[in-house]
């Protein structure tokens, strides 16, 4: 029998009940059911396999095997420490099923994506009359996440919990919003937690999640700001999720707001806030504020610097970025794939070529890591940008990806930078398999064509690109302007200021033409496409 308990284990509790069972264990004392259930129980808290093992061996030892409690109670030790296959045969083996074995059996395939069976599992506890409990659900409904046909599995589980009464129960409204916003199903998402009768922090946790994982950015601060006023507390998950979202917004002074909430809250421990504090000053593009955030952190792990790395990284400063990379592993922390896109990206935007190279085969050969497709474009655009096209092609040709639009259009746009007519025909040809109505494909093309004086082709292309191309979608941006988020449309009139909007940028207009001659003879929409 295991002679000690480990003392780094985080509940106290654990450690006493199981510090218990082992005196017991030592001193001779005849173990009962019930001492056998509290270490059980205790060890799988503690998610300690070994010491699970030993006492499974003890109800063997002991004559229990036939035993309900203990059953069930194995059957959930081997379910949370990931051992499936024992905690099936446990239960397979059992004469009887009472709600807990069911619900630890069910939850244990739901959580490691068998969710056709777990499925199955809840049907025939349905048939053997057993009631569903809370955590059931939750193990189904995230086992309907798994699956394609959410608008059947999910409608009909949907159904069953609002038929027994769960729908008071925060955590069966949080997985199914959860749920349905996984597959993009907002407006249901909204009907559950509108129609929810409980109101609680994992509720509005999941829906601003819901929001947020579907780019419904502003909604998601709607929402924050409603569960802040209704007196609830939030989550290290949700300041990290709203953070994020007020990073994607580029709302600086909101995002700003919310640091000081994060350290009235004391999250400023928390690696995932820190994190997305990070990030949100990052893509405000504040990264000086970001960087104090992390000088600030005394305890970072490889996240919080993958966080800065890609900070730097994004808003063009690669000399930093780089220095924290190097930093990190010089500091023994092992970067990842996203940490290694940071600095690709970084070597991407400022030209490093042959700083890139290195960190590509490094990833290889010190760290194990097969490089990603996105590394591969990052490191090919970066050859081609050079004007090296052959080792672009080549390296693009040796890569375990089929090249997408991305890299092929890169490639492209760098023949026409080089001239170079064949290479530049080679990949537009795959460009156009690709994307037949790639409008910039064709007109790159077209000016690869123009460069080299064959006109002809310059015909045929248009041509070609006039029977593929449809109309493309209007484009739309935004501005964050006295923290209030202005969105314009092209061609749009919408505005309540648009006759504004519109002499203003026809007197910048005609400033652009008075500073560039070249640009006299330009159309108006070629004007602003200088802007």
């Not at 916003?181 to 009907?191: C, E, F, I, N």
């Not at 070249?518 to 496409?529: A, H, I, P, Q, R």
Request: hydrophobic share 40%; aromatic share 10%.
């Amino acid at each position: 029998m295991q002679k000690s308990i480990d003392p780094h284990m985080k509940h106290k509790g654990v450690v006493g009940a199981l510090d218990g069972f082992l005196r017991k264990v030592q001193t001779c004392v005849d173990l009962t059911k019930y001492d056998l259930c509290a270490a059980l129980s205790a060890s799988t808290k503690a998610r300690d396999y070994r010491f699970g093992l030993q006492i499974h061996a003890k109800i063997v030892q002991n004559g229990h095997v036939d035993n309900l409690v203990l059953n069930s109670a194995l059957v959930d030790f081997y379910a949370k420490c990931d051992v499936i296959e024992k905690a099936r045969r446990i239960f397979d083996g059992m004469q009887w099923h009472d709600q807990v074995s069911w619900t630890s059996i069910i939850s244990c395939y739901s959580q490691r994506g068998f969710g056709v069976e777990a499925l199955l599992l809840f049907k025939k506890m349905l048939e053997s009359d057993i009631r569903p409990n809370c955590l059931t659900y939750v193990g189904v409904i995230a086992a309907c996440a798994e699956l394609k046909d959410l608008h059947v599995h999910g409608t009909l589980v949907h159904a069953h919990a609002f038929k027994l009464g769960f729908m008071i129960n925060g955590f069966v409204v949080s997985a199914l919003v959860g749920c349905y916003s996984k597959y993009g199903k907002v407006d249901k998402a909204v009907l559950v937690f509108n129609a929810a009768t409980t109101e609680d922090n994992i509720v509005y946790n999941s829906m601003i999640s819901g929001y947020c994982q579907n780019t419904y950015y502003d909604d998601a601060l709607t929402l924050f700001v409603k569960m802040r006023e209704e007196g609830l507390n939030c989550s290290h998950c949700t300041l990290s999720t709203i953070l994020n979202a007020c990073g994607r917004l580029s709302v600086l002074q909101l995002g700003r707001q919310l640091h000081c909430l994060v350290m009235k809250l004391g999250s400023v421990t928390n690696v995932f806030v820190i994190s997305s504090l990070i990030d949100m000053y990052s893509k405000s593009g504040s990264v000086d504020e970001a960087s104090c955030v992390f000088n600030e952190t005394m305890e970072k792990n490889s996240v919080i610097w993958t966080s800065m790395i890609s900070g730097y990284a994004y808003s063009g400063r690669a000399m930093e970025a780089l220095h924290i990379f190097d930093q990190m592993v010089d500091d023994g922390f092992l970067p990842d794939h996203i940490c290694f896109t940071a600095a690709f990206t970084a070597c991407n935007h400022s030209g490093f070529l042959d700083r890139a190279v290195g960190y590509f085969e490094k990833m290889r050969n010190d760290f194990g890591l097969v490089p990603t497709l996105d590394q591969y474009a990052c490191l090919i655009d970066l050859y081609a940008r050079k004007g090296q096209l052959t080792k672009a092609t080549q390296l693009m040709q040796k890569m375990p990806y089929d090249p997408n639009s991305v890299i092929l259009s890169s490639i492209l746009t760098c023949c026409k930078i080089h001239c170079s007519v064949e290479t530049g025909r080679e990949i537009a040809n795959q460009l156009f398999e690709l994307q037949p109505s790639n409008a910039a494909a064709y007109l790159t093309m077209a000016h690869i064509y123009a460069g080299a004086g064959l006109h002809d082709e310059v015909a045929n292309i248009r041509k070609l690109m006039k029977r593929k191309v449809t109309t493309k979608s209007a484009a739309w941006s935004w501005i964050e302007v006295d923290g209030k988020i202005e969105v314009f449309l092209v061609g749009d009139v919408s505005h309540h200021m648009s006759d504004h909007i519109y002499v203003f940028l026809e007197h910048l207009n005609i400033d652009i033409r008075d500073s560039r001659p070249f640009l006299e003879n330009c159309e108006y929409d070629d004007v602003v496409g200088c802007c």
